[in-house]
């Protein structure tokens, strides 16, 4: 131990004071020989946590739940969820560890979660613990999305345990030592409506509207509130989603956090070519949550929340299914207008009207038939604004610009109204632009790597991804899309 840095952790854990069936007491199991990859140590100062004495063996020993913290109060948390439209009762959490709740400089109270903790009571058939890759594209791809601004659960720590996890083969155990504004999900909900357990879901429904939306706590129709505030965020994640072609994989209502974070990285990716039916997840066979689908899988989840709030909506069933569906029906002009928006700065457009989605629309049908790169075309595109010798760059990108030419000279036209000079245009559009994302090849590579022992570009990776709208000297390597034969088809659950 390091005397030096004592680890104190100001825990305050107000989902283990909810009622007993919310969750199971359970403490993670120890493993062989903790060693720590990496520890965010930026994200450790904003839960005013020392990074010292996180890397400390002591701290170590905690982020593998080897020793139990002065404080915490480790919980798994019990939920249900659809998974892929199937309504699964009881799922929980089968191998991660709520560990307690610190509240940040900022003041937001912030769960931290330790995932592949070992067996839990819903653990069903798993094992309760997570391979190293599936850590890794975890802490890579939820760091990513915090550098661009996308609400998300962030990675505090990665540590290896020592012990092989057996999936197809023997694989390099690990934990991720999560942070989430919270852990509930639709799913959660879904738990005690499934149990016709009003009393849950109003606690429940409380709990949610306090930590989330405390603005709501005081007002007459807090619930309706807390249905409406839900979707507003998820039309807004979604729509950023779409702003970065990110693919999330797995948009079951067990990952659909009610505080608006992405969650649950599994077999999720960033596209390379653009193509809107884009899947990548090995198991999602019939393309549910194909990159186009999200918006409206989202709304399908959001029915499902709505769902498990009824009998806190209104006097009578009649009256709470109009509330709901008041609510549900504004999801999509809410989503709507959010990637409207998003394409509009994309666009480098800051006054969008209604006459601009024409020239939004059609720039994803000509980047769809000319096979181009999707953050390299909107990155490019910014270049263009500026100068238009770049156009020639922007070609270069698509294996058929022959639509493109038409769209650039509207694209022009409409440029000319912003009364900005290139100069202004460019810089906002590449502040919005990534040059750079965790491309599936990327993040391959480093697992990798990292899986025999070389775990250096895991870590360049995950600093350069800190900067991602910064075009810089010495990050060709991760600007570029993957080589044919680099191409990566699949993704994995890793489960
Ligand atoms: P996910 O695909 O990560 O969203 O997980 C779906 C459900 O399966 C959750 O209830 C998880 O806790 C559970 N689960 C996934 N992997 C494992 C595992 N290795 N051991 C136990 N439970 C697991
Ligand atoms: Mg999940």
Known sequence: MDASHPLLIPFDNSYARLPERFYTRQRPTPVAAPALVRLNTG????????PAALASPEGVAVLAGNTIADGSDPIAMAYAGHQFGSFVPQLGDGRAILIGEVVGRDGTRRDIHLKGAGPTPYSRRGDGRAALGPVLREYIVSEAFAALGIPTTRALAAVTTGEHVYREEPLPGAILARVASSHLRVGTFQFFAAR???DAIRTLADYAIARHFPELVEGPEKYRGLLSAVIARQASLIARWMHVGFIHG???????SIAGETIDFGPCAFMDTYHPSTVYSSVDYAGRYAFANQPAIANWNLVRFAETLLPLLGDTQNEAVAAAQERIDAYPVLFQTAIADGYAAKLGLSQRSADDIPLIQDVLTVKAGGGADFTLTFRTLSDAAENPDHEAALRALFTDAS???DWLVRWRLRLVKENRTPSEIAAGMRAVNPIIIPRNHLVEATIKAAASGDLAPFQRLVDELARPFEDRPGIDDLKRPPQPDEVVHATF???
């Open 43 to 50: 994200l450790a100062r904003e839960l005013r946590l020392d």
């Open 196 to 198: 016709k357990d009003t």
């Open 250 to 256: 797995v948009m079951n209502t067990d990952n659909t």
């Open 403 to 405: 639509a493109l030419d």
């Open 493 to 495: 659950c890793g489960t």
